[in-house]
């Protein structure tokens, strides 16, 4: 490799990296990115933001059903459907909260962030009070792509019941 590419290929490197923010800001940007992202999907409905905020090669692995989903956009068909079965009558509501104490994030230089945590889940059919549902552990992928964060793989698993 002559000395010139190998210094632009360094220079695009270090660019890359330079992006993604360290310490408390990384915290603050995925933390936001996650808060949005599960607002949107348990409890909004609007396909076209949902994926302008998942990976083109997005992947959702669930212990309890495996490799559920390989595209955005299987993902999004898959969510716009959530979205009119829960305009129903009595359709199902879905709330998730983090557990407090339990959120972690990582740099990936060059890519994005690894987000660890465990979170609850509360339910609701039609009219009725949500009740506490679930607890599960997570880690997810994010990738900064174009100054947006986007999530790229969800691993969730070690679902059980739930404690507060």
């Known amino acids: 490799m002559s000395p010139l590419i190998a210094l632009a290929i360094t220079a695009l490197l270090q660019t890359q990296s330079a992006e993604i923010p360290q310490g408390p800001a990384l915290t603050e940007a995925v933390t936001a990115s996650d808060a949005a992202f599960f ?7 609007d396909p076209d933001r ?5 990976t083109d090669d997005f992947e959702f ?10 595209t955005g956009a299987a ?22 909260e983090i557990v407090p104490g339990t959120l972690h994030i990582y740099r990936m230089n060059a890519y994005g962030a690894v987000e660890t945590g465990e979170h609850l889940f ?9 009740v506490l549902a679930g607890r599960a552990k ?11 964060w986007k999530l790229a793989r969800v691993f ?8 507060e």
């Open 39 to 45: 607002e949107l999907f348990f409890e909004g409905c």
């Open 50 to 54: 949902l994926a302008a905020m998942v």
């Open 61 to 70: 692995f669930d212990d309890r059903g495996g490799l559920m989903v390989t």
């Open 75 to 96: 993902f999004v068909d898959q969510y716009r459907t959530r979205c009119e079965a829960r305009r129903a009558p009595g359709g199902w509501r879905t709330r998730r």
């Open 122 to 130: 509360y339910e609701a059919q039609g009219d009725n009070a949500e």
């Open 138 to 148: 997570f880690s997810q992928i994010w990738k900064l792509e174009d100054g947006r």
């Open 156 to 163: 969730s698993y070690d679902h059980g019941p739930a404690s």
